[in-house]
């Protein structure tokens, strides 16, 4: 069975620095796509960013990029120039390669932006 | 606006109530999925539907009952429900046409009572 394992339940970053969010995971299969999540107060969740594992290239979304190391399963979350609005519940998640297939969510880190 | 549409978006009910959850979507995916999502645990599948065939009950009781009439609707009917029972309920849709991404609802938060 798949796992994805946080092991930060909380971070906090000051606005304009950049933050890491760790996400390791746990699989047999070869081809799986891997996926941030965030969760404001809202309740609303949002993608931030997908990766393929089959890419060897990072992928990157604005302020967002990832840091895909599979041989390690490992697949962190990098912030740029950290934004108020940033703030909120951040969900690393794992998905096979097939349609129907179910999303499998870490316990998530509860990011803060100080002022 | 992720264009996945649940209500109600809040919900109270006693335990000998019959309610249900309603999800609509208009993207033209063709998998849905309902999760819940407890205090200080991870999100859990409950359900998944693709092409309106029910693919995974993921050891749900069966006070919860999915619908799913057509690809663009799902329903989660409740029953006899228990006060552990509470939490955010989350609906989703994916299809491969947009790159296995998952797309949520911004949830029922239901409590039981």
């Known amino acids: 069975a798949q796992t994805v394992t946080q092991s930060q339940p909380e971070m906090s970053v000051q606005e304009a620095e950049t933050v890491t969010l760790s996400c390791t995971y746990d699989?047999?299969?070869?081809?799986?796509?891997l996926f941030w999540y965030k969760q404001p107060p809202s309740r609303q969740m949002i993608l931030v960013i997908r990766q393929e594992a089959y890419k060897q290239q990072n992928a990157t979304e604005n302020r967002f990029s990832v840091n895909f190391q599979k041989a390690a399963k490992s697949f962190s979350l990098k912030i740029s120039d950290s934004q108020l609005g940033d703030a909120a519940m951040y969900f690393c998640a794992y998905m096979r390669e097939t349609s129907g297939s179910r999303l499998t969510f870490g316990e998530g880190t509860q990011l803060t932006v100080n002022p | 606006e992720t264009g996945v549409t649940q209500t109600p978006r809040h919900l109270v009910m006693g335990m000998t109530n019959k309610k249900s959850l309603k999800c609509e979507q208009h993207l033209g995916h063709n998998a849905m999925y309902w999760y819940k999502q407890s205090a200080k645990k991870p999100l859990e599948l409950m359900f998944v539907?693709?092409?309106?065939?029910?693919?995974e009950n993921n050891s749900v009781p069966s006070r919860f009952s999915p619908e799913c009439p057509n690809s663009s609707h799902l329903f989660l009917h409740l029953h006899t429900l228990q006060p552990e029972d509470s939490a955010l309920y989350l609906c989703a849709s994916s299809h491969p046409g947009t790159g296995v991404k998952a797309f949520f609802g911004q949830g029922t938060r239901l409590t039981v009572v």
């Open positions: 699989t047999s299969e070869s081809d799986y796509y």
């Open positions: 539907y693709s092409l309106e065939e029910r693919v």
